[in-house]
């Protein structure tokens, strides 16, 4: 199995949480037993050993997410976070565990700052308690005030929060208050999401059955215009549609996804995405042999054409933690990511950024510019001010970036 070429980041899913938030739609488990939560950790580690030996890895980032790793109990996160220090070929150049208010203690970080962890992202969404009852969120006002107060006196590296909104009944000046409270804790970075309602969560039950009102689309887009505009204000600037940060503290780990860097995820539901690799499922199951693809067709180990010369090959564990348990294999899934849509998946990923689509990138993937792609609609978006072309790049305009969706719509060929 060939080296992975270049930096990777490694994005480790630990899907429990204490209870799950009525608007995600993210996988994740609630009320998980112990045993099932340790034996998931110990197979996560496993994995992580298992995709190291194929691949020889250059981590260059870190990212440990859920559902709620600080919720995991002590005993069982201990033991995960020092067997993954140990399995790391390297420290990483960052390193970054998620945390929610209500669950994050001394302990937790010292713990993870033995570990090797250098920044902690801390989701608080809002400090309005009743919108966090609203909404089926644990935790209130105080515990993140608690939260905020304890990382400032003894967490030594850095802070991103996330922040939400379009929440029923948040105004502009409610999403203010509650950045201004937080930007007195200095973070680096802030991510500030716009609510949606999801298919099949509770919020959209109870949005459809009527006991929920959700601001429409234009008041939705008004109150994270004016967060917008208060977090640029005081010196962070949006280097991504959703995403702020001070000079120097963007997130490396989320740039390597939207420049579609190599990544791999592991945990139960992971994805990893490899750009170039040319070969399925076959070489990674010596054992058994056989592996499936997303089609449902068997891959037999060693055909090298199960699978064929790929844009990319796309990794997906199962999301059924036991089976991610018992399986040598993870219950992977190989999907072969075609060159046209890879290439789509650049415009959907890049152009999220300030900078754009990257020139230089593009063109030594696939061998043309970006405007190639569809030279007539990047034309019509041009004349309309909401695209440019610069010499690294194509990327939205300021204006333009409002906009985004729009425009990849129309991008994709007839």
Known sequence: MPDIPGPLALYIHIPFCRKKCSYCDFFSLAGASGDLIA??????????????????????????????????????????MTALASALPRTPREFTVEANPETVDGWFLDSIAQAGARRISLGIQTLRDDVLKTVGRLGNRAATMAALDLIRGRWKGDLSVDLIAGFPGQSGKVLTEDL???????????????????????????????????????????????????????????????????????????????DLDPYIGIGPGGVSTLPGITHGPEGFFPQTGAARDRTG??????????????????????????????????????????????????FMMGLRTREGLGRDRYRSRFGSEPESYNPATVEKWKRKGMVESTPDALRMTDSGFLFLNEFLVELLPD
């Open 39 to 80: 034996r998931t950790l110990d197979s996560t580690i496993r994995e992580l050993s298992f995709m190291i030996d194929r691949f020889h890895p250059d981590f260059d980032t870190v990212y440990v997410g859920g559902g709620t790793p600080s919720s995991v109990s002590r005993e069982v996160f201990s033991a995960f």
């Open 297 to 346: 067709t068997t891959a037999e180990t060693g055909d090298s054409g199960a699978l064929g010369a790929l844009g990319a090959v796309r990794i997906v564990n199962t999301s059924n933690v036991e089976r991610f348990c018992s399986d040598e294999n993870f219950g992977m899934l190989f999907e072969a990511i075609q060159p046209a849509d890879f290439m789509f998946e650049h």
């Open 180 to 258: 201004d409270t937080v930007l007195g804790y200095s973070p680096g970075h802030v991510s500030l999401y716009s609510l949606t309602v999801e298919e099949g969560t509770p919020l959209e039950k109870s949005v459809r059955n009527g006991s929920i009102r959700m601001p429409d689309g234009d008041e939705q887009d008004e109150v994270w215009l004016t967060g917008r505009e208060f977090l640029m204000a005081r010196g962070y600037v949006q280097y991504e549609v959703s995403n702020f940060a001070l000079p120097g503290k963007e997130c490396r780990h989320n740039r390597h996804y939207w």
